[in-house]
Nanobody, 125 residues
Framework: QEELVESGGGLVQAGGSLRLSCAASGGTDSRLAMGWFRKAPGKEREFVASISRLGGSTYYRDSVKGRFTISRDSAKNTVYLQMNSLKPEDTAVYYC??????????????????WGQGTQVTVSS
């Protein structure tokens, strides 16, 4: 398992932007698919975005397409989630995840190899 540490969460007004970062330890980041999930109070955890091991493929849930962008820097063992045009419904704890295989919203998230501790994103109206 990788140790994943998220950062970049915070409070922002609707329409604003935030960039989340997830740093992976262990030096194997480039061999892992990575992505983001989120969990809002009273709701199930849901897939947000993911990126393949070499960054050639990205996946997004419909509600964030065109607003969020996932990217990775293998030299820094870090994956990023740039979130623009944020909406109050984006408020949640965002979790970074990593796995040997690429994953998407159709994957069983309970089977993913590694998870971060989460970072809070709050969007005020």
């Amino acid at each position: 398992q990788e140790e994943l540490v998220e950062s970049g969460g915070g409070l922002v007004q609707a329409g604003g932007s935030l960039r989340l970062s997830c740093a992976a330890s262990g030096g194997t980041d480039s061999r892992l698919a990575m992505g983001w999930f989120r969990k809002a109070p009273g709701k199930e955890r849901e897939f947000v975005a993911s990126i393949s091991r070499l960054g050639g493929s990205t996946y997004y849930r419909d509600s964030v397409k065109g607003r969020f962008t996932i990217s990775r820097d293998s030299a820094k063992n870090t994956v990023y989630l740039q979130m623009n045009s944020l909406k109050p419904e984006d408020t949640a704890v965002y979790y970074c995840a990593a796995d040997r295989n690429v994953f998407s919203e159709y994957s069983d998230s309970t089977q993913l190899d590694s998870w971060g501790q989460g970072t809070q994103v709050t969007v005020s109206s």
